[in-house]
Antibody
């Protein structure tokens, strides 16, 4: 069974770059069964999809963040990563790594989540 | 972007009673390729990540109790908890996966009356 675990700094300075990694266990990110992605949740607020990547390298980003976001794969380590540049206090949130089944499955519904990691911009 | 609007923002229900959450999308999420609505529901308990309860409007994920049911089509959807249990206290989110950016409702907090 797939499991996801986020890691990375909990504190980032304004204008700097946020970098997080998601380590996948219980399956290979190189399989075509899933897409891999990130969702965030500011304290006390709702959920925002950041972006998603397929093992082929194809990416999909939320236009609201697209100019600042990069999601990439490290197949040798079975990990995928998020970088968000030029952060501000508005980027303070819990960041979750997630999976969504590849088509013809429920592509876009997030069935597996990491526990989340809190990132504060200050 | 497709805007998802839930109602109410919060509700308090007695144990064993029915809880109903509504979700409205700003445009239809019905996908003609498989004649299904691309609408999901999640449950989030404090300090935990969201958990996918229902996909395709009404298909429960494995292990989800059958007191949870989803219905609706087009732009109007409902999550029903038929008999509220103490462990159902949580925030519930609807989400459309018809088109990117995939978007969520603002959440509905369910409490015990």
């Amino acid at each position: 069974q797939l499991q996801l675990q986020e890691s990375g700094p909990g504190l980032v300075k304004p204008s700097e770059t946020l970098s997080l990694t998601c380590t996948v266990s219980g399956g290979s990110i190189s399989r075509g069964s899933y897409y891999w992605g990130w969702i965030r949740q500011p304290p006390g607020k709702g959920l925002e999809w950041i972006g998603t990547i397929f093992y082929s390298g194809t990416t999909f980003y939320n236009p609201s963040l697209k100019s600042r976001v990069t999601i990439s794969l490290n197949t040798s380590k079975n990990q995928f990563s998020l970088t968000l540049t030029s952060v501000t206090a508005a980027d303070t949130a819990v960041y979750y790594c997630t999976t969504t089944p590849a088509p013809p499955g429920s592509w876009g519904a997030f069935d597996i989540w990491g526990q989340g990691t809190m990132v504060t911009v200050s | 972007d497709i805007v998802m609007t839930q109602s109410p923002d919060s509700l308090a229900v007695s144990l064993g009673e029915r809880a109903t959450i509504n979700c409205k999308s700003s445009q239809s999420v019905f996908h003609s390729t498989n004649n299904k609505n691309r609408l999901a529901w999640y449950q989030q308990k404090p300090g935990q990540p969201p958990k996918l309860l229902i996909s395709w409007t009404s298909t429960r994920e494995s292990g989800v109790p059958d007191r949870f049911s989803g219905s609706g089509s087009g732009t109007d959807f409902t999550l029903t908890i038929s008999s509220l249990q103490a462990e159902d206290v949580a925030v519930y989110y609807c989400q459309q996966y018809y088109g990117t950016p995939w978007t969520f409702g603002q959440g509905t907090k369910v409490e015990i009356k």
